[in-house]
């Protein structure tokens, strides 16, 4: 069953902008990740953040985790056309890692 | 970061028919791997969790006849689509995190791509 629902479903952007894509989560969480997966192809891991960070940065990307509120979000910073892709959003619960219902990006050159 | 390879990357099969498909860790144990669904354009559905010498757990709605997994080695799982139709035409990918590692970063192979005629 999914977990995680993300917005927005579908976020298209001029190059150069900022792409933000937020997840939530319903159950209790040890950590969240992010991924990126080009059409048809497989997963790349982007960022990981543990149940007790609230932020973490990495190059142009940058997490923050609010287990308050069950939410993280993503955000790409002077985004390119390399960039489009889908992003997931996963969770680490008990034992088993779900994935939220992703975000299709598309950045225009 | 640690590989995890996927075997067949495409296949293509009549209907009526069973599909291997494995998933290995190559330079690390996985006691856990993961099995996954995806559709064209949704996202990645959990299809069961996949345990070194015990059975599978499967997720809610997946068929564990239809799907059976076989965790035989700390580094292979195989799942096998049986008696394949249509609808389970799919892309199926599977994870693994390093042993001692299940509340980290999982690995995730590349992918198989099945089309059922």
């Known amino acids: 069953s999914q977990q995680g629902e993300e917005d927005p479903q579908a976020l298209s952007i001029q190059e150069g902008e900022n792409a933000t894509m937020n997840c939530s989560y319903k159950?209790?969480?040890?950590?969240l990740q992010w991924y990126r997966q080009n059409s048809g192809r497989g997963l790349v891991h982007l960022i990981l953040i543990r149940s007790n960070e609230r932020e973490k940065h990495s190059g142009r990307l940058r997490v923050t985790l609010d287990t308050s509120k069950k939410s993280s979000s993503l955000l790409i910073t002077a985004s390119r056309a390399a960039d489009t892709a889908s992003y997931f959003c996963?969770?680490?619960?008990?034992?088993?890692?779900?994935f939220g219902t992703g975000t299709r990006l598309k950045v225009l050159a | 970061g640690a590989v995890v390879s996927q075997h067949p990357s495409r296949v293509i099969c009549k209907s009526g028919t069973s599909v291997k498909i494995e998933c290995r860790s190559l330079d690390f144990q996985a006691t856990t791997m993961f099995w996954y669904r995806q559709f064209p354009k949704q996202s990645l559905m959990l299809m069961a969790t996949s345990n070194e010498g015990s059975k599978a757990t499967y997720e809610q709605g997946v068929e564990k006849d239809k799907f059976l997994i076989n965790h035989a080695s700390l580094t292979l799982s195989t799942l096998t689509v049986t008696s394949a139709h249509p609808e389970d035409s799919s892309f199926y990918i599977c994870?693994?995190?390093?042993?001692?590692?299940?509340?980290?970063?999982?690995?995730f192979g590349p992918g198989t791509r099945l089309t059922v005629l």
């Open positions: 996963s969770t680490s619960g008990t034992y088993k890692y779900i």
């Open positions: 159950t209790s969480i040890n950590n």
């Open positions: 994870s693994a995190p390093p042993t001692g590692g299940i509340w980290n970063e999982q690995f």
